[in-house]
């Protein structure tokens, strides 16, 4: 969890600082994405123990939470669907998703090298 939490800052933090050209609101949508893929992902993952079911969900989440906030605000006066934050949004999922399950191989990969090291040594 500790890792999630880092991952999630650095994340956001990149974003923020090197993307001064983007809007605000677009930066926004994307750091919801980071969130409800993150907690989708992990959620299924708990569940599963399934790396590839668990990205699927946290993209999903994110593409849910997306659609659901524009419904949202295409009900507001002056408001409309906005695809391009829908695109933010899953995006930020997608980024999220990918690199839990990277940082996740990267860990039982080590674990894996260091058994057969020790089996090599014996």
Do not use: W
């Not at 994110?62 to 659901?68: K, P, T």
């Not at 191989?105 to 080590?110: F, M, V």
Request: one cysteine or more; charged letters at 25%; hydrophobic letters at 40%.
């Amino acid at each position: 969890m500790k890792k999630l939490i880092c991952v999630l800052f650095v994340v956001v933090t990149a974003v923020t600082a090197k993307s001064q050209a983007i809007e605000k609101d677009k930066q926004l949508h994307y750091a919801a994405g980071i969130l409800s893929g993150a907690v989708g992902y992990n959620f299924v993952y708990e569940k599963t123990k399934d790396k590839n079911k668990a990205l699927a969900a946290g993209v999903i989440t994110s593409i849910l939470a997306g659609v659901a906030k524009e419904t949202y605000d295409s009900t507001r006066p002056g408001n409309k669907f906005d695809t391009k934050d829908l695109a933010a949004t899953t995006l930020g999922g997608i980024t999220i998703s990918v690199t839990i399950k990277l940082f996740k191989n990267a860990k039982k990969s080590k674990k894996v090298r260091k058994r057969h090291l020790e089996l090599l040594v014996e």
